[in-house]
């Protein structure tokens, strides 16, 4: 088993969800990366996820795209948010699951990368625009490098296709709450729980739900019918909003606090399980 595979065994084991939650590499600085990743450990993520810089991310809303611009003008790298998470795992445990485009990745060679992403400490890779007919010699490499492949799923995805990342996936899947782009919503569609069900009907693997999810409500929702809530722009809207403030790490650290510390310990909202 993975650490990821460990991780949600042990939520289910415990009879709670789980807290995964989204920054952006280099924003606002590569130092800060380093010590969110640690506070937000601290801060009780059980998965954290690291958004590497890109200039055309698609899949992101305007929140997560200011936070690659600002990255980027900073020149921040791929190697730089492999470098932080290095840093940052010789005093944290917690699976980093690195969140990407596939460009970057390309570029940087997928071997090399596979590799250089397991010394670094690296767990998982998701790419948000490589599609799973296309996909299988870079799940190949990274299961060879024991990382898990994650593969996003939309209350669009086919049947088909649903059946065909469940064979590729490893760790646990990515359930999009909506159609559409990052962001924080008032209410969580429908059509995530349903997607969820869709999920576990193909495939035994932990199911996280993103997209729009910036409220402790909208968390205890979620635990509801899935494994795991995943929150991003919420967080990365907090780092916008703090800027230059010398206590951002700690006040983006408590606001992570305030997301589960109202759900965690509550018999009322134990996930649904596996």
């Known amino acids: 088993m993975s650490r990821i595979s460990d991780t949600f065994a042990e939520l289910k084991r415990s009879g709670r969800g789980g807290f995964v939650p989204f920054i952006t590499a280099g924003d606002p600085d590569l130092i800060t990366t380093e010590l969110l990743l640690v506070e937000l450990a601290a801060a009780g993520a059980d998965i954290i996820e690291l958004g590497v ?4 991310p698609v899949a992101d809303g305007k929140t997560i795209q200011r936070a690659s611009e600002r ?3 900073k020149g921040v790298t791929l190697l730089d948010a492999l470098t932080s998470i290095a840093r940052a795992k010789q005093r ?4 980093i699951v690195l969140f990407s485009y596939f460009n970057p990745l390309l570029k940087y060679g997928e071997e090399q990368l596979a590799k250089e992403a397991k010394q670094a400490g690296v767990d998982a890779i998701l790419v948000t625009d490589l599609i799973p007919e296309e996909a299988q010699t870079w799940t190949e490499t990274l299961v060879q490098c024991n990382l898990d492949p994650i593969f996003l799923v939309a209350p669009t995805t086919s049947d088909n296709r649903l059946k065909g990342i ?4 490893r760790g646990f899947i ?4 909506r159609a559409g782009v990052t962001g924080t919503r008032a209410e969580i ?4 729980e349903q997607l969820v069900k869709r999920v576990r009907s193909v495939s035994d693997l932990p199911v996280a739900v993103g997209f729009g999810i910036s409220t402790p409500a909208q968390v205890r929702q979620v635990w509801r019918f899935a494994d795991a ?4 722009s919420a967080i990365v809207n907090e780092i916008q909003t703090l800027g230059n403030s010398p206590d ?3 006040r983006v650290g408590d606001f992570a606090r305030t997301l589960i510390a109202p759900i965690h310990g509550s018999c009322a909202s134990s996930p649904a399980l596996n």
Do not use: C, H, M, T
Request: net charge negative.
């Open 53 to 56: 810089p890109f200039s055309d």
């Open 71 to 73: 990255a980027l003008r």
């Open 92 to 95: 944290i445990d917690v699976p």
């Open 166 to 169: 469940a064979q590729q996936a």
């Open 174 to 177: 990515y359930a999009v709450s």
């Open 189 to 192: 569609s429908g059509d995530a």
């Open 229 to 232: 809530a995943v929150i991003g």
């Open 248 to 250: 951002l790490v700690k």
